[in-house]
């Protein structure tokens, strides 16, 4: 417009260019106070022109654009209202059109997607008339309609509206303008809610060419694509993939918007939706949080962004389990977004739609049903009826339905979400999938395990087609199909679907997401079905510990894990360890949800299944009717969890002989499951069996008739028989199973939806609740009266060979042990792994016969104990068929095995004397004394009493005997050492001669060079000198000196026992394999060197690990397995070779050990099961004396004399099943539980992370690090978690005593505190001492000829310092790294123990002296005291009865005294040398030197050759220094204390002396100076005291006082030096 003609005023010319400037600077604030203070400006005109009013309305357009952004709706509709009418009067279609287009934009904001649509197309249609080749603006009308069909979920009509729309701007802008790659964008996002993620990357990919080629590569537009492949990403589970996307757009964004910009708040929080997913709870929050700091500081309090941020960080509590804080943040949102958008839009929806899902997680299904319809009815009248969001909506509230037990509703539900999805989104789409997976859940709840899976196949179908085959949604779908195979009882088949969920899972989103964690748990429960109750466990410790790391402690994922510990320790009969378990389950319940949840009905319903194994009958009717109270009133009356509830209170009654009040509840249960559409679930069929059991013992045989043929029909239907479905022990509890749901798509906030752990609600107890033997047919009966007869006879004289060795990999630290045996045993390779602490018994066996591949079949000791018994018992069974003899025992019995119910087991000392004539390898030892009333000779057998104890145990093991087949392998369990040298003092109690062992090396590592830890630091020890202390541990601590053939590639050579076989690592470091081999060969002949002795046990197998967890390329695969199938294959030739695999093992062992250690069989009666489980319950403990072995054994039959007991509790422990320790008490103890011991070990030795607690605790820790002493009370600290009684944490301390792990450090007085010596503990940065101020004597070695001894290990000289301690009582012992120095306090200098590879150095210092009379005179008394204490020689004593205790191999060997060689710094012995006249003349013994020279240390040390008739002198005139020097000392100390004592400390000074109350009065009444006062106590205390007088005692008393100054004054001169 022409200035001149113009009407507008300069000034207001002036307002519109500045907010024009403001608005291209992004400053909205800005742009817009200048808006408005033009049209205020305008306003104030009375007459206005045509021109004016046209820039009113642009004004007024240009404002409502502005509050769009700012998402200011209602300020936005007034004004482009207020525009649009103006343009109407200007007849100016142009601003008609543009007041349209922001009209229908803003509709569509709020919801109002049929308004909008009204607009646009108002709009489109003037854009026609005036351009009616299809324009520009038409093509943005396109586009725009185009949004609004997205929304509306009609996606074909949006992609037609965004191609009418491409197809314009190609025609005017050609193939690379930013407008066609803003369509690109908007198609993507179509093809991406679509599920075509791979269309979607397509159009997101052309719009970046485009934006590449048009613009710089940090443009806005390029950020923007990245953030939307992100999203792609995001929806195809590629979590890592998506981050990176958006940081990509961060990085432009951040220096074009700077850090402050809603832009940059979007991606954060999109980021935040990613973390997550990916269960980074605490960066999530993080994301959101710096997101909302930037919404709240750019739009407001109020703004629905903001709304968006507290909705999603909702969803980040909800996954949390914090439920209270997810609903609140849910409250703000809809506090925002009702005012802002109205109570009728989506978003509002979307929000009542997760509190929905926070009720039902919380069980409050009402509560949800409600929000799930206010929900619905908003998008019903907003989307329409057949939008996708509204089927959402049906499948949420399908789940609460399905959760009430409402299965019909349910299905309903789920039909009516597909009839939406399948036209709308097609019947490939993920929410399609979605609802066929819901509808497999229904279909598994109620027994229709067919229907299941085929629901599951067809989601399963349609995920694989739409996304790559690691996406989390395919891993869910696994999940499920699994869960319905344990229930159908096809374990390995549900394992094998667990596996591969668990290696997408791992996959996609690491090894420490809460995901996999739940596929732990369900793998646990598997194992816990098939009675494999170690494996169980620990699938729920691995779930646990990501649990616990991932998640809050309080999260019910978390209790579900508890739960279902509880359940195994039920099933294992330890009851009281199932009730903890159940309680602290309860309690997370209780603070999660409510006390109305059904997860605290169902844990009171568990604790009820244990109280009626332990027989509390009126317990368990407490905790049933607690469950029954809570389901009623959270699930209603027809709920199968309420069936499973009646079903155990009717169990109860049966077991009482309530048969009446039994089918009562059983009726209850049955009305219930048959009302829920269960007709045919296997459940129901069991019900039917029990109340048919009852019926029978009120002799109504035709209504138990009828209950059989209803069970029988079930069973038939079910096409399964009365033993496919198996309910193991565990089951007997209701377990918690992870039922997911498929991930689902959500714009507004994530499109995962939250897992939900289902309650897997299981039986309430087993098919043999009632009796052990149902009635059974002519032929059963004969078959099993015959198996009860080989069986008896199989205990007199049965054996068989042993099949079982125990495998150890041992090596230094961080060399790559448990990398090696995961390998080896087929594992996947972890990064950074946690070392091991002390040692892991792994519980995996190794197959030997033959080493598969592919084949991970997981072998348990207790099953291969089962093999062993059932072949013996096979072998006298044949033989009985074959030579038709029927023992005269299978007659005693005949009375005993038909019975129906079981009879009442009493304890009798009585016991049948068998005599065996099998033979082992076992030492035999002294008998136990025992009373006359327990006489260890046989009592006259009492048949009865014995048939009654076979017949449990026959009952036990007959079901196996049926079904096993004989079986010759053998196998070897791995175990796996810790190489840190603070625990070789602690690996001896678990070490066998009795076992093979790999010796792990790094070949990247020189074997002089010092140890590196996994954080790079050096050590002060080298890898030679801790192989050197693992072969003398291994070889030397065993006392078998026999030697065996093995042939290894053909070659027959003769080894020494035990077999260490050299293996080593880090090959991945090394690419020459010439070198490699050469690095080998150079460590063995260095350690050979090193080691001569140890040759003959030594294999060298050239075999070299590559351990890299980062390569997995085919050729590593490759070569591991070669390598473990040569490692295999040597194993083998060594195994079958042992004397240990050709003992023959009674019968009598295996069932020990099964009662001892392993748990009950699932396959076996409920009866029978808790009559084992009694056994364990009552009569076995974690550690227990050799007298209640004894006892257990004669009490059950299976004791024979006491050499076989000793023998039997040898090979357990040989097998690290127990722990055997004979050196306690007069017998020995037993340790059951090795698992427990060495988790007590690891709390009190594991001391590299500082414990939380008090200041007091955090102390105690530090001072056992820096001075090797540990207090009782930091042991009682460490060891509360375990909760042991005072008579087990004694026997516990006296074990660790019995192997010198602790020392008991004799307390001065009863008032302090005891101490333990523990020297391995201190840490290696201890300074060395200050040895300045004393005179030092020359070194005196104690140790062996190198072809004796050629190393002493940690281990021996940590109890060498202990044994010294314990003979000198020194309680101010110092240390520093592998040295000490012991004060002997009468003789007034110290004693220097220090470890010098394979020699043990001493020196002893004492006090230097100005006065050359006093030197001389100190001297002469400490030489004196040396050659007559001779301490030396109580040293080398020492060594030599720990070697001979502690190192068997080398029991004889002659301890010797050497000294060092001023020629070669050899040392050498002085044992041989004659008497020469020249005392101190030594001749070197080493060949090479052969030299004589002068030794200080003989005349310091080895005073035998001096003049005799000199020595009495000698000592005389010592003994006079040492006392003359005594009483110096002691005079000036007391001058010390009594000239700075108060007067008015002097009474307490003499109470604390323990002086007599008459004289500590009659001193303090005197009127003499408080100096003398003082001083006259202390001296009545040293005459009282004598030689017991101790100043080390008076320091700790002036402390006690608080006196510190004066304490530090007199310590100070009794050590000089410190």
Same mark, same amino acid.
């Given at each position: ?29 800005? =742009?817009? !106070? ?9 306003? &104030? ?52 059109? /543009? ?18 649509? *009204?607009?646009?197309?108002?709009? @489109? ?12 603006? @038409?093509?943005?009308?396109?586009? =725009? ?26 025609? @005017? !802008? ?34 970046? /060419? ?84 930037? !919404? ?169 087609? @739409? ?229 029978? /013992? ?89 198996? !009860? ?5 199989? *205990? ?236 003398? =541990? ?30 080593? &690592? ?58 473990? *199938? ?127 607690? &008090?200041?007091?605790? /955090? =102390? ?304 303090? &009444? ?53």
């Amino acid at each position: 417009m022409d200035d001149k003609q113009s009407t507008i005023p300069e000034d207001l010319k002036l307002l519109c260019s500045k907010a024009i400037t403001s608005g291209k600077e992004h400053e909205d604030e800005q =742009s817009l !106070f200048y808006f408005t203070q033009a049209l205020n400006q305008i306003e &104030s005109i009375i007459d206005t022109t045509q021109e004016i009013e046209e820039l009113q309305c642009s004004i007024s357009i240009d404002i409502c654009d502005i509050y769009i952004r700012q998402h200011k709706i209602n300020e936005a509709n007034i004004i482009i209202n207020k525009a649009l009418k103006m343009a109407h009067k200007l007849q100016q279609q142009d601003k008609m059109v /543009k007041c349209l287009d922001r009209r229908g934009e803003l509709k569509r904001l709020g919801g109002d997607y049929d308004g909008a649509l *009204l607009d646009h197309n108002k709009s @489109v249609e003037i854009k026609l008339k005036v351009d009616k080749n299809e324009g520009l603006d @038409v093509s943005s009308s396109y586009n =725009s309609i185009g949004n609004i069909y997205s929304h509306q979920g009609k996606y074909d009509d949006a992609v037609c509206m965004y191609e009418k729309s491409l197809q314009i701007f190609l025609s @005017v !802008f050609g193939d690379n303008h930013p407008t066609i790659a803003g369509t690109y964008n908007n198609m993507g996002l179509i093809y991406c809610k679509q599920g075509k993620y791979d269309d979607a990357v397509c159009m997101y990919e052309k719009s970046l /060419k485009i934006n590449l080629l048009t613009f710089d590569d940090d443009h806005p537009s390029i950020a923007q694509t990245y953030s939307n492949i992100g999203y792609v990403y995001k929806s195809q589970g590629k979590y890592d993939d998506a981050v990176y996307m958006y940081e990509k757009s961060l990085k432009i964004d951040l220096p074009l918007f700077g850090d402050n910009h809603p832009r940059i708040a979007g991606t954060y929080c999109d980021m935040g939706l990613i973390y997550d997913l990916q269960c980074r709870y605490d960066e999530s929050v993080c994301m959101y949080e710096k997101s909302l700091k930037i !919404f709240l500081s750019t739009l407001g309090d109020n703004h629905p962004e903001i709304a968006n941020v507290y909705n999603n960080m909702g969803m980040v509590y909800q996954s949390q389990g914090k439920y209270d804080e997810a609903l609140c943040m849910y409250e703000k949102s809809l506090k925002i977004n009702i005012p802002a958008l109205g109570d009728n839009h989506p978003s509002v929806a979307q929000t009542y739609n997760n509190m929905g899902d926070i009720y039902r997680n919380q069980g409050k299904y009402d509560d949800a049903v409600c929000m799930h319809e206010k929900s619905l009815k908003i998008k019903l009248s907003v989307l329409g009826d057949n939008h996708s969001n509204v089927a959402q909506t049906y499948n949420n509230m399908g789940s609460v339905y399905n959760d009430q037990g409402k299965y019909d509703e349910a299905v309903c539900m789920y039909e009516k979400s597909l009839k939406i999805d399948i036209p709308a989104l097609g019947d490939n789409h993920p929410s399609v999938a979605q609802t066929y997976n819901n509808m497999g859940n229904i279909y598994k709840s109620q027994g229709k395990y067919d229907d299941a899976v085929c629901m599951y196949e067809k989601s399963l179908k349609i995920h694989l087609s @739409v996304h790559n085959d690691n996406h989390p949604s395919i891993a869910v779908i696994y999940i499920n199909i699994g869960i319905v195979y344990r229930d159908q009882g096809k374990y390995d088949d549900a394992v094998s679907m667990y596996e591969k969920s668990l290696k997408i899972y791992l996959s996609a989103v690491g090894d420490d997401h809460p995901r996999v964690a739940r596929i732990y748990n369900n793998m646990g429960l598997v194992y816990g079905d098939q009675g494999k109750y170690d494996d169980a466990i620990s699938m729920y410790k691995k779930s646990l510990k990501i649990d616990l790391s991932a998640l809050d402690d309080n999260h019910p994922s978390i209790a579900d894990t508890y739960n279902n510990i509880g359940n195994i320790y039920g099933g294992q009969g330890r009851y009281d360890d199932a009730i903890y378990m159940y309680e602290k389950s309860l309690k997370i319940y209780l603070s999660a949800f409510h006390d109305n949840h059904p997860s605290v009905a169902r844990t009171y319903n568990n604790m009820g299944n244990i109280y009626f194994q332990q027989r509390k009958y009126d317990d368990a009717v407490r905790m049933y009717e607690k469950s029954l109270i809570i389901n009623l009133s959270a699930l209603g009356d027809n709920h199968p969890d309420i069936a499973s509830t009646y079903q155990g209170m009717g169990t109860l009654n049966a077991n009482q002989d309530k048969y009446d009040d039994a089918i009562v509840f059983y009726e209850r249960a049955i009305t219930i499951l048959v009302n829920a559409g269960l007709q045919n679930h296997p459940k129901l069929a069991r019900i039917y069996d029990y109340s048919a059991i009852c019926y029978d /013992k009120l002799n109504r045989h035709d209504d138990a008739i009828a209950m059989r043929q209803r069970s029988s029909h079930i069973r038939s239907t079910l096409q399964q028989d009365n033993t496919t479905h198996q309910i193991s022990t565990s089951t007997i509890n209701q377990s918690t199973a992870t039922q997911e749901d498929v991930p689902k798509e959500n714009d507004l906030t994530k499109d995962f939806s939250n897992q939900q752990i289902q309650s897997q609600q299981m039986d309430n107890s087993s098919d043999d609740d009632h009796h052990s033997f149902v009635q059974k047919n002519h032929d059963q009966v004969l078959k099993e009266k015959q198996y !009860f007869s080989a069986y008896v006879q199989a *205990l007199q004289q049965g054996s068989c060979q042993n099949k079982v060795i125990r495998a150890m990999y041992a090596g230094p630290e961080c060399v790559g042990k448990s990398s090696i045996m995961r390998v080896f045993t087929q594992q996947r390779l972890i990064h950074l792994q946690d070392p091991t602490q002390i040692a892991d018994q792994s519980d995996i066996m190794v197959h030997l016969k033959v080493y598969k591949i592919k084949d991970r079949t997981t072998y348990h000791l207790d099953q291969i104990w089962e093999n062993n018994i059932h072949e013996i018992v096979q072998e006298k069974y044949e033989d009985q068929i074959k030579n038709q003899q029927k023992s005269s025992i299978l007659e005693l019995s005949q009375g005993l095995i038909n019975e129906d119910f079981p009879i009442n087991h009493q304890n009798s000392s009585s016991a049948i004397r068998v005599q065996s004539t099998t033979t082992n390898q076992y030492a035999t030892a002294a008998p136990l004394a025992s009373s006359s009333n327990d006489a260890l000779t046989a009592s006259p057998i009492d048949y009865n009493l014995f048939l009654h104890q076979c017949r449990d145990f026959f009952q036990y093991f007959y079901p196996s005997l049926l079904n096993k087949a004989n079986d010759d392998s053998q196998y070897a369990k791995l175990w796996d050492f810790g190489g840190q040298s603070i625990y070789h003092v602690t690996h001896q109690p678990f070490l066998s001669g009795n076992s093979i062992y790999f010796l792990i090396f790094n070949i990247n590592q020189n074997i002089n060079d010092r140890v590196r830890t996994r954080s790079g630091s050096l050590l002060n020890i080298t890898y030679l000198q801790s192989t050197q202390e693992w072969l003398t =541990s291994i070889i030397g601590g065993n006392a078998n000196q026999d030697k065996m053939i093995a042939t290894i590639n053909n070659d027959r050579v003769r080894y020494s026992l035990p077999i260490v076989i050299l293996v080593a &690592s880090h090959g991945d470091y090394i690419s020459n394999r010439q070198e490699r081999i050469d690095r080998f060969i150079e460590f063995e002949q260095e350690l050979i060197s090193k080691m001569p002795r140890y040759k003959s046990n030594i294999y060298s197998s050239r075999i070299i690990f590559n351990c890299n967890p980062h390569d997995s390329s085919d050729a590593t695969v490759d070569e591991r397995q070669q390598c473990s *199938l040569r490692l295999h294959e040597i194993m083998k030739s060594f195994v079958q070779s042992l004397p240990f695999m050709c003992n023959p093992i009674p019968i009598r062992w295996y069932i020990m050990a099964t009662i001892l250690h392993k748990p009950i069989d699932s396959s076996m009666t409920e009866i029978v099961s808790s009559f084992m489980n009694q056994i364990r319950a009552t009569r076995v403990h974690k550690i227990m004396t050799m007298q209640e072995i004894h006892s257990l054994a004669k009490d059950f039959g299976l004791y024979e004399d006491d050499d076989k007991l000793i023998a039997m509790l040898s090979y357990l422990h040989d097998l690290g099943e127990i722990i055997f320790c004979r050196k306690v008490d007069e017998y020995g103890i037993i340790v059951t539980d090795v698992d427990w011991l060495l988790r007590i070990f690891r709390a009190i030795i594991q001391l590299h992370d500082c414990p939380s607690g &008090s200041l007091d605790i /955090k =102390s105690l820790y530090k001072e056992a690090s820096r001075t090797g002493k540990i207090s009782t009370k930091y042991i009682d600290y460490v060891l509360a978690p375990f909760k042991l009684d005072d008579i087990t944490k004694k026997s516990i301390v006296t074990l660790m005593e019995t192997y010198d792990i602790l020392c008991t450090i004799k307390r001065d007085s009863k008032q302090d505190e005891c101490h333990y010596f523990v020297p391995y503990l201190l840490q290696p940065d201890v300074k060395p001492f200050d040895l300045t101020r004393y005179h030092v004597s020359q070194t005196l070695y104690i140790g062996y000829e190198h072809h004796d001894i050629p190393y002493i290990p940690d281990g021996i000289y940590y109890c060498l310092l202990s044994s010294c301690l314990k003979e000198w009582n020194n309680t101010k012992v110092e240390l520093y790294y592998r040295c000490a120095k012991f004060y002997l306090t009468h003789n007034c200098y110290y004693i220097i123990i220090k470890k010098d590879n394979a020699h043990i150095a001493l020196q002893y210092c004492y006090q230097k002296f100005d006065n050359p009379k006093s030197a001389d005179a100190i001297k002469s008394a400490v030489q004196i005291s040396i050659h007559k204490e001779r301490p030396h020689d109580i040293i080398k004593k020492k060594l030599s009865s720990l070697i001979n205790d502690r190192m068997p191999k080398f029991r004889g060997s002659t301890t010797r005294y050497y000294v060092r060689c001023h020629e070669c710094s050899k040392l050498t012995s002085i044992e041989n040398n004659g008497k020469l006249q020249n005392e101190n003349l030594i001749q070197c013994q080493n060949e090479s030197c052969d030299m004589l020279f002068e030794s200080q240390s003989m005349n310091e040390w080895i005073y035998e050759y001096a003049n005799e008739e000199h020595k009495n002198d000698r000592q005389e005139a010592a003994a006079y220094e040492i006392q003359k020097y005594e009483q110096d000392i002691f005079r000036e100390c007391f001058d010390i204390i009594a000239s700075r004592l108060d007067e008015n400390s002097s009474f307490r000074l003499g109470i604390r002396l323990n002086l007599p109350d008459k004289d500590v009065t009659e001193i303090d &009444s005197q009127s003499t100076k408080s100096y003398q006062k003082i001083y006259q106590l202390l001296t009545s205390w040293r005459e009282q005291a004598g030689q017991h007088a101790d100043l080390n005692k008076i320091i700790t008393i002036l402390q006690d006082m608080n006196k510190n100054a004066i304490a530090d004054r007199v310590y100070a001169k009794i050590h000089p030096s410190q």
